[in-house]
């Protein structure tokens, strides 16, 4: 194939493929990321060495190379860790960078995800952001920031940490430290993609970045302020994207609906997405409801959860055609607290059919999670105090929920499920987030009074539980 073919090739081009760039072949085995007619990442081979490539095409091709191509000079020639620069080339086809590939190698992403369930700033936690921090403290002392910044951006291999992505990287006065108003900004940017509750250790954290850069004093209020603003401008972002077709996620829209599921499920999903009513039929029912059913199925690929949101009539039509689907605010709330780091099952796909342009049956589809609910964890001890880290976990949740003025507006036992040492929560059909605060207290009292009134008042559980779970702000827990 000839570079230029790229451009109409699709999302998933056929493998294996071998591409001329230049004097010389790529074989490609594997995409690891792709822009439809714009850029594509990928593993191949090329003189017989593996190697990492970065094909741009189309018509901001030259665009693209150039940032790419600039970055990946700009962190050599500073002398930072990154990944060689094997060949690069642009024609009227398009441009390709080569870098060595890195074997082995995991993005301290992939780290993060097998902390990030543990108790804020555990010694796991503690290792992989304090190695981030100094990565990206060299960066930042050598002039340059990742205008992109996150954690996939890093990859370790043998102990060894990596500056990749060289697209993102721009420059203020190469060789000398970057300006503190920059630093903050972009440190900002990192710390936003955290879960809320470290932000209390964020000064702790610092301590890893000064002791490689300490150019600057770094105020810790503003870098704070910074941090909420980024990170309510990413949620916002993040949300707008779980609605359209993009990298992460495949939406396909016509008259007879919506299906949205995430892009590295569509294959395995595609079945199930066909035939979801076939599959509730043969599946294991959860729930058989007038508004709603919900089954345990099994895909090719794992154990699934489908929830079919049912129209009981005309009348319940009536109340429904007009507005979302209760799945796909569903889908929608299920990523907003995926990103908050509030557990909740991971939602796959969202199916919302449509007569006429008006809204029908509705499904969402997540992952099994074989958790058992809070009333049955806690049997045991409504005469008692259940085990100290399921209380703290308990906290910890009602204190998550309030931290991000959230509702979960049915919060009874069984929506409550214990999961890998923390709580998640299911059922989130009448989930919010509140703008103001008064209201959200008041919805935050009715969900902690839902909650309690799965034991007996007169028990010992419930006056330990109403007695240690927070009751709706920060200031009156304090």
Same mark, same amino acid.
């Given at each position: 194939?000839?570079?230029?073919?790229?451009?109409?090739?699709?999302?998933?081009?056929?493998?294996?493929?071998?591409?001329? +760039?230049?004097?010389?072949? #790529?074989? /490609?085995?594997?995409? $690891?990321?792709?822009?439809? %007619? @714009? &850029?594509? *990442?990928?593993?191949?081979?090329?003189?017989?060495?593996?190697?990492?490539?970065?094909?741009?095409?189309?018509?901001?091709?030259?665009?693209?190379?150039?940032?790419?191509?600039?970055?990946?000079?700009?962190?050599?020639?500073?002398?930072?860790?990154?990944?060689?620069?094997?060949?690069?080339?642009?024609?009227?086809?398009?441009?390709?960078?080569?870098?060595?590939?890195?074997?082995?190698?995991?993005? +301290?992403?992939?780290?993060? #995800?097998? /902390?990030?369930?543990? $108790?804020?700033?555990?010694? %796991? @936690? &503690?290792? *992989?952001?304090?190695?981030?921090?100094?990565?990206?403290?060299?960066?930042?002392?050598?002039?340059?920031?990742?205008?992109?910044?996150?954690?996939?951006?890093?990859?370790?291999?043998?102990?060894?940490?990596?500056?990749?992505?060289?697209?993102?990287?721009?420059?203020?006065?190469?060789?000398?430290?970057?300006?503190?108003?920059?630093?903050?900004?972009?440190?900002?940017?990192?710390?936003?993609?955290?879960?809320?509750?470290?932000?209390?250790?964020?000064?702790?954290? $610092?301590?890893?970045?000064?002791?490689?850069?300490?150019?600057?004093?770094?105020?810790?209020?503003?870098?704070?302020?910074?941090?909420?603003?980024?990170?309510?401008?990413?949620?916002?972002?993040?949300?707008?994207?779980?609605?359209?077709?993009?990298?992460?996620?495949?939406?396909?829209?016509?008259?007879?609906?919506?299906?949205?599921?995430?892009?590295?499920?569509?294959?395995?999903?595609?079945?199930?997405?066909?035939?979801?009513?076939?599959?509730?039929?043969?599946?294991?029912?959860?729930?058989?409801?007038?508004?709603?059913?919900?089954?345990?199925?099994?895909?090719?690929?794992?154990?699934?959860?489908?929830?079919?949101?049912?129209?009981?009539?005309?009348?319940?039509?009536?109340?429904?055609?007009?507005?979302?689907?209760?799945?796909?605010?569903?889908?929608?709330?299920?990523?907003?607290?995926?990103?908050?780091?509030?557990?909740?099952?991971?939602?796959?796909?969202?199916?919302?059919?449509?007569?006429?342009?008006?809204?029908?049956?509705?499904?969402?589809?997540?992952?099994?999670?074989?958790?058992?609910?809070?009333?049955?964890?806690?049997?045991?001890?409504?005469?008692?105090?259940?085990?100290?880290?399921?209380?703290?976990?308990?906290?910890?949740?009602?204190?998550?929920?309030?931290?991000?003025?959230?509702?979960?507006?049915?919060?009874?036992?069984?929506?409550?499920?214990?999961?890998?040492?923390?709580?998640?929560?299911?059922?989130?059909?009448?989930?919010?987030?509140?703008?103001?605060?008064?209201?959200?207290?008041?919805?935050?009292?009715?969900?902690?009074?839902?909650?309690?009134?799965?034991?007996?008042?007169?028990?010992?559980?419930?006056?330990?539980?109403?007695?240690?779970?927070?009751?709706?702000?920060?200031?009156?827990?304090?």
């Amino acid at each position: 194939m000839k570079l230029a073919q790229l451009r109409s090739a699709g999302r998933t081009p056929p493998l294996p493929m071998s591409i001329a +760039l230049g004097a010389d072949e #790529l074989h /490609v085995e594997q995409w $690891l990321r792709v822009l439809p %007619g @714009q &850029r594509y *990442v990928a593993r191949g081979q090329w003189r017989g060495v593996q190697v990492l490539t970065k094909l741009m095409v189309g018509d901001r091709a030259r665009r693209h190379f150039d940032r790419e191509l600039a970055g990946a000079q700009q962190l050599a020639a500073q002398q930072l860790t990154t990944p060689a620069l094997l060949d690069q080339g642009f024609s009227e086809a398009g441009g390709w960078l080569l870098f060595e590939y890195l074997e082995g190698a995991q993005s +301290l992403h992939d780290a993060w #995800l097998a /902390v990030a369930r543990q $108790l804020p700033l555990s010694e %796991g @936690q &503690r290792d *992989v952001l304090g190695s981030a921090l100094a990565e990206i403290a060299a960066l930042h002392a050598k002039g340059l920031w990742q205008s992109d910044l996150h954690l996939d951006n890093l990859v370790l291999q043998e102990q060894r940490l990596y500056l990749i992505d060289g697209g993102g990287i721009r420059a203020e006065t190469p060789g000398r430290p970057l300006s503190r108003e920059r630093v903050l900004e972009n440190l900002a940017v990192f710390f936003a993609q955290l879960p809320t509750a470290l932000e209390p250790f964020i000064e702790e954290l $610092l301590v890893n970045y000064l002791l490689v850069n300490g150019a600057h004093a770094l105020p810790l209020e503003a870098l704070v302020d910074k941090t909420r603003l980024a990170r309510d401008q990413r949620l916002a972002s993040y949300l707008k994207k779980v609605g359209r077709d993009c990298t992460a996620f495949s939406v396909h829209r016509d008259q007879k609906g919506v299906v949205a599921v995430r892009r590295e499920c569509e294959a395995e999903l595609r079945v199930v997405l066909t035939d979801p009513d076939g599959f509730i039929a043969a599946g294991v029912a959860l729930k058989r409801g007038g508004s709603a059913t919900v089954a345990r199925v099994d895909s090719p690929e794992r154990p699934l959860v489908i929830k079919r949101y049912n129209i009981k009539g005309f009348m319940h039509w009536l109340k429904r055609f007009w507005r979302p689907s209760r799945a796909w605010h569903s889908w929608v709330e299920a990523h907003r607290l995926e990103l908050l780091g509030i557990a909740t099952p991971q939602p796959l796909a969202m199916i919302e059919r449509r007569r006429l342009g008006l809204r029908a049956r509705s499904y969402l589809i997540t992952d099994y999670v074989d958790g058992q609910d809070i009333i049955a964890c806690f049997a045991p001890y409504v005469d008692g105090a259940p085990p100290e880290h399921e209380l703290l976990a308990l906290e910890q949740l009602l204190a998550a929920l309030i931290r991000e003025r959230i509702s979960h507006g049915d919060l009874k036992g069984t929506n409550v499920l214990w999961l890998d040492g923390s709580w998640s929560l299911i059922d989130l059909d009448a989930l919010q987030q509140h703008h103001d605060h008064a209201r959200f207290r008041q919805a935050f009292a009715k969900d902690r009074e839902r909650l309690l009134r799965n034991w007996p008042v007169e028990s010992a559980l419930y006056r330990l539980l109403d007695n240690r779970l927070p009751k709706g702000s920060m200031e009156q827990d304090a």
